[in-house]
């Protein structure tokens, strides 16, 4: 360990290179980490790049495809990366590492690292066993962390589990600069036609169905702008979804309509400069780190309200239900012909972003938590 600082290892049960929400906020909080008086170690299954390179320690341990198999070789090598690494805080945001760190003796000694979980979920959103591990293994947790004062409301209602912080999320490092140029250079092609932004990956939770109506119910009432979408595919059956969204809006768009696929991180950070509006038409989300993404490359955002996606967006003239989306249709229609009001809505969720989402905020928050933890452990 580098001297005199303390070690912090991260346990997780996916890859660290797999793209998901709990191993990009991984990344992004180890590497903030670097300058600190912490070590940032991470533990997880091999990498899908072998060769990937951070700038902190990534131990890897073997995975294979039975689940029980696995439970088991993860108990056993958590207990040995702990004992070995003889961290000061273990801290886990993945609901099956901190499953599987409850069957390690190593927590139930009295000369043991501090723990901290983060719930990126929603309290409502874990099957009944899965919560009832949860659970038992946060007896032994000094500290359990929510991304959203909604999720931490529904934890300290529905269980005794204590104390409960909140620390809001934060989105990859590739989101870090904003670079106005960019912004003005993409708004000189646009001929004055605004463009709305939607992207994620095919699934229940975007309702893409529901995206394609409320985009032709626009169109319908003779509002006229652009649709640049970015999708994401998982399964074979996801390209049916993807075919039905492009066919559909080609006839109401035209030429108004692209659809790029699987982009990138960074290739993401320079397609929201390119958006007016980054709209979200979202049945379930936690947190909602596609609207921080917009935010910080001074998007606006207009939302369903829902779940923790609602204290994200923060403001109610920007959200909509989707049994009456007819504010949603009214705020596309008032930036079309107001465009000093579609500028001070970008100003303003800019500035959320740096106040409320950065890397840098987040940081701090981790560090006052990390801080407070260790002196009274």
């Not at 609901?95 to 190593?106: D, M, Q």
């Not at 652009?226 to 809006?249: C, G, H």
């Not at 829902?306 to 008032?334: C, F, I, M, Q």
Request: charged content about 30%; some cysteine; hydrophobic content about 35%.
């Amino acid at each position: 360990m580098t001297e005199n600082k303390k070690k912090i290892l991260y346990l997780l049960e996916y890859p660290l290179d797999l793209p998901g929400g709990a191993q990009m906020s991984t990344q992004s909080l180890c590497a903030s980490l670097m300058g600190s008086n912490y070590e940032p170690v991470v533990v997880c299954p091999h990498l899908l790049k072998p060769d990937s390179v951070f700038p902190y320690r990534v131990i890897t341990y073997p995975m294979g495809k039975n689940r029980i198999l696995n439970l088991i070789k993860r108990i056993l090598y958590f207990e040995k990366t702990v004992k070995d690494e003889a961290p000061d805080i273990v801290h886990i945001q993945m609901p099956e590492s901190l499953i599987t760190y409850g069957f390690c003796s190593v927590g139930r000694k009295k000369k043991r690292p501090a723990l901290i979980f983060t719930d990126r979920g929603l309290f409502y959103g874990y099957r009944a066993h899965s919560m009832f591990l949860m659970k038992r293994a946060l007896r032994r947790a000094d500290l359990l962390l929510v991304t959203t004062d909604y999720n931490k409301k529904m934890w300290e209602k529905g269980t005794d589990i204590r104390p409960i912080e909140k620390i809001a999320n934060t989105i990859s490092s590739a989101f870090t600069f904003y670079d106005d140029s960019i912004r003005k250079q993409k708004d000189e092609k646009k001929n004055g036609l605004l463009t709305l932004g939607l992207a994620g990956r095919i699934c229940e939770e975007k309702d893409w169905p529901f995206a394609v109506k409320l985009i032709e119910r626009m169109a319908g009432e003779g509002l006229e702008f652009r649709v640049d979408m970015v999708l994401s595919t998982f399964e074979e059956k996801d390209a049916e979804m993807v075919e039905m969204i492009k066919s559909t809006l080609t006839k109401v768009l035209g030429d108004r309509l692209t659809i790029n696929m699987d982009f990138t991180q960074q290739q993401m950070q320079e397609y929201y400069y390119g958006v007016d509006i980054f709209l979200m038409t979202s049945v379930f989300e936690s947190f909602g780190k596609a609207a921080v993404e917009a935010m910080s490359r001074k998007c606006a955002v207009l939302s369903t309200d829902v779940g923790g996606l609602s204290e994200v967006v923060g403001k109610e003239d920007n959200l909509y239900t989707k049994e009456d989306p007819s504010r949603a249709v009214e705020y596309v229609k008032k930036c079309i012909t107001d465009r000093d009001f579609l500028k001070k809505e970008q100003e303003y969720f800019l500035n959320r972003y740096r106040d409320n989402f950065s890397i840098e905020t987040c940081l701090t928050e981790h560090l006052k938590v990390y801080d407070n933890i260790l002196s009274g452990h």
